[in-house]
């Protein structure tokens, strides 16, 4: 059920809590739902287009698949595929699965994983040295995310029906073709790489990760389909 309120305040959207979602990302998403107005309209335009997209493969009662690639497949990408995921689950969104890849093999960084255990992420090595396997828990009904470096093409991602969020500029110009796509689209964010060991690390990990969970809740309120457990608020 849809509760009509002002004009001016129609993109404040509050999803029904989910009980299973680990409580401190649950409080974090409902924060950052009151902030889409701070979005600037050209960046909507943008991330509309990935709703809809997911829009329209959930009427065909097709499954969504999203997948995030920056260059290193280590920082951006990661937090996009999991804050995707989160978000779907925040708005009770179902179908929804995401990934991530990159033009080059690395690692998930330790900085990028401590900016999300800060906030409340469960995650836990399971395999690796170099290129480590991380399991990454947010909801305890769901399973969890599946994070490694790998390239976009690598078989753990699927090569069809796929949108394909470049959340890099040298990603962008270095796929020129990534296999199955539907849907491809620029959504460039600010390298957080920038700050290693420098005082301002920290911060900008978590303004990293804070700007792309944002749009990935803005992302999926904006998915149009029945859902009655979204509400206007």
Same mark, same amino acid.
């Given at each position: ?26 409080? !974090? ?5 009151? +902030? !889409? %107005?701070?979005i600037?309209?050209?960046? &909507? =335009? ?10 329209? #493969?959930?009427? &065909? @009662? ?11 497949n280590s ?12 978000? /779907? ?5 179902? @179908? ?5 890849? @990159?033009? +080059? ?6 900085n /990028? ?6 906030? @409340?992420?469960d ?9 480590p ?5 947010? $909801?305890?009904? =769901?399973?969890? *995310?599946?994070?490694?470096? #790998? %390239?976009? $093409? ?9 949108? /394909?969020?470049?959340?890099?500029? $040298?990603?962008? &110009?270095?796929?020129p !073709? ?38 990935? *809740? ?6 149009? !389909? ?8």
């Open positions: 059920m849809l509760i009509k309120i002002p004009a001016a305040h129609r993109e404040v959207i509050v999803a029904k809590p989910n009980q299973f979602m680990i409580h401190a990302i649950q409080t !974090f998403c409902s924060e950052l739902a009151l +902030e !889409f %107005t701070s600037p309209e050209e960046r &909507k =335009e943008a991330l509309e287009k990935i709703a809809g997209y997911i829009s329209e #493969k959930l009427h &065909k @009662g097709m499954p969504v698949q999203l997948m995030y690639v920056c260059t290193h920082r951006r990408s990661h937090f996009g595929q999991i804050w995707a995921q989160v978000a /779907a689950a925040y708005f009770h969104v179902k @179908g929804i699965h995401t990934f991530s890849g @990159g033009t +080059e093999v690395t690692a998930f960084h330790p /990028a994983i401590r900016a999300l255990q800060r906030i @409340g992420f995650i836990r090595r399971v395999s690796g040295e170099i290129n396997v991380y399991e990454v828990y947010y $909801d305890l009904n =769901e399973e969890p *995310l599946t994070c490694f470096s #790998k %390239t976009y $093409d690598d078989s753990f991602n699927p090569n069809t029906h796929v949108a /394909a969020i470049m959340t890099c500029g $040298d990603a962008e &110009k270095n796929c !073709f990534i296999p199955g796509v539907e849907l491809r689209i620029a959504t460039p964010y600010k390298d957080p790489k920038e700050s290693d060991h420098s005082p301002q690390q920290d911060d900008m990990y978590h303004s990293c990760s804070r700007l792309i969970a944002l749009e990935s *809740l803005y992302v999926f309120s904006k998915v149009n !389909f029945k859902n009655d457990e979204k509400v206007f608020s």
